[in-house]
């Protein structure tokens, strides 16, 4: 197997710290989207200039909307036509329109 590059504690301790202030970040995001202070729209033009946001998993954010657990989120992923593992900063216009006009309901 190739020789992986090595990080140096200060490299890693800066990696350490972004990884950490990103599920921060995302965490926040959530805790505003269940007590309705965010919208998804909104979430989803954060997205576009947030990092931490746009590599977010969209079944974790839609997990995190009130009244929407795990299978209805899984379900409305399914009718939009959207793999589990997409990430929001992976969504095209098309799917965005789409599963803000679904999620609407």
Do not use: F, N
Request: hydrophobic share 45%.
């Amino acid at each position: 197997m190739a020789d992986r590059h090595q990080l140096t504690p200060e490299e890693r301790a800066a990696a350490v710290a972004k990884a950490v202030a990103s599920r921060r970040v995302r965490a926040e995001v959530k805790r505003k989207i269940k007590t309705r202070q965010l919208s998804l729209s909104e979430v989803l033009a954060i997205a576009e200039r947030d990092e931490a946001i746009a590599s977010m998993r969209v079944i974790t954010l839609l997990e995190s909307l009130p009244a929407l657990g795990k299978i209805k989120a899984k379900r409305l992923l399914d009718q939009v036509g959207i793999a589990e593992s997409r990430r929001v900063k992976g969504l095209g216009p098309k799917q965005r329109a789409e599963l803000l006009r679904v999620s609407a309901r």
